[in-house]
């Protein structure tokens, strides 16, 4: 039976994935949740944007930057996920990313990369592959101690571009 499982409890169990119970909610689960969770705190959502954009509240272009280098950097040694990163310059990523988010969250920056789906067909990600870069986001936004309100933000931003991403 499905249990309900709140953005921060999830937030816990993506970071454990590799180590996950028997009785751990499955993949499926995993991203049923996030959407589920992420429809119900849409509207607190929204008044914190209205309020201050998530862009200032992440600490602006420069405390992005340094939060894309740090999800790139753990995604290099991720063990299910460090094959997408074969190949690939990482600062110019973590550049493109960072773009892509200050555009993305109320910054003035103008994302200039590839759209999404072009940019992540050839890595065939998976669910799994997905909730992995998670735990890398999550782990990265707590390393620079970001408010878990700021995390929940950031990771329904990342669930309603999942299908833009996961192809699998």
Known sequence: MFKRITLQSLSI???ALPAVAENAPTVAEQITGLQNM???TADARAERQDEKSLYERLGGYDKIHALTKDVVRRHQINEPIKRTMEGVDADLLA???ADFVAAGTGGTAEYTGR???SSHAHLN???ADFL????????A???MKYDQNEIDEFLCILVSLKDQVVFK
């Open 13 to 15: 169990l993506l970071l």
């Open 38 to 40: 992420c429809t119900e």
């Open 95 to 97: 550049k493109h990313v």
């Open 115 to 117: 759209d999404l789906p």
């Open 125 to 127: 990600l998976t669910d």
């Open 132 to 139: 992995a870069a998670g735990s890398d986001v999550i782990g």
């Open 141 to 143: 936004m707590q390393a």
